[in-house]
């Protein structure tokens, strides 16, 4: 049985429902990338399964137990989540925002150890923002401010970190650099990585478990090489394409045909037959 899993659940915001009966399972130890349209519901499960929606039915299980069930404190210590847009407060430094990733280790009696010195150190240098530790936050390039919430987010050294569309705002090559050091989290110390991605390239080359959502439901599941499919993506993005081996990697390297983007519903809806039944 995994540590993180949707069991299901019926989640949406107010009267919008976006997900009805929605099951998945998070696989220990593995790097799972989730896409998707725009509006198909991928940060709305991230949401789900980090405890920020109560679903309407079913339920969100971590460690066994309901995840409504645990304090909060207690989450923050097994689960740790990178919002899609995060605020932070005004004339706070670098080093005090990633310090902030410890709050869920203090006690009463504890508030600063060596331990949360460390952790801090090892997150500022790992998302290469050391250099930044005095300046305030407010002041950085929306890439500069991005690394920074990563590092808060490995400051909390939880098993299992979720992300939401982490490589927004950054560059080609620190979105690179930052999904490296993400795959080398999980391979290095075991870390259950989550995240939301919109670039199917990339999610096809860091991916372990790759979920592919359309319309709040889950159509695909498994090892990029067998969830990517040119039936599959056209039907999901309406794109036609090629799927050629990634020379680097030789995982799938979605190729989209030159001006031939394809997003005719009746066409999507012949192919919708594809897409019914989860790989797994």
């Given at each position: ?26 696989p ?85 150890s ?141 190729i ?12 999507a809806e ?11």
């Open positions: 049985m995994t540590r993180l899993r949707a069991e299901n659940i019926t989640v949406g915001y107010q009267r919008r429902t976006v997900s009805t009966g929605l099951d998945l399972e998070i220990d130890g593995r790097f799972t990338v989730i896409v998707g349209p725009n509006a198909c519901g991928k940060s709305t499960l991230l949401r789900a399964l980090a405890r920020l929606l109560t679903p309407a039915a079913g339920q969100v299980v971590l460690d066994g137990k309901a995840i409504h069930a645990y304090p909060a404190k207690e989450v923050a210590r097994r689960l740790g989540l990178l919002p899609q847009s995060s605020v932070a407060p005004e004339g706070i430094s670098v080093a005090e925002l990633v310090a902030r990733g410890r709050f869920p280790h203090q006690r009463l009696l504890q508030q600063w060596r331990e949360d010195e460390a952790a801090v150190v090892a997150a500022m240098a790992a998302t290469g923002v050391a250099d930044l530790s005095g300046e305030p936050v407010d002041t950085l390039s929306g890439g500069q401010r991005q690394r920074v919430w990563v590092a808060m987010v490995l400051a909390q050294q939880t098993p299992i970190v979720l992300l939401d569309e982490p490589t927004t705002f950054l560059d080609i090559a620190h979105q690179v650099e930052l999904l490296e050091l993400c795959l080398r989290l999980n391979r290095e110390q075991n870390t259950t990585m989550v995240a939301v991605l919109h670039d199917l390239n990339h999610a096809c080359r860091y991916a372990d478990h790759l979920v592919l959502m359309k319309n709040g439901r889950v159509v695909a599941e498994g090892e990029p090489g067998r969830v990517v499919t040119a039936e599959r993506i056209e039907a999901v993005f309406g794109l036609r394409c090629l799927i050629i081996p990634d020379p680097e990697t030789r995982t799938p390297l979605v989209p045909r030159a001006g031939d983007l394809h997003r005719t519903p009746a066409s012949r192919t919708h037959e594809n897409v019914q039944q989860p790989v797994r």
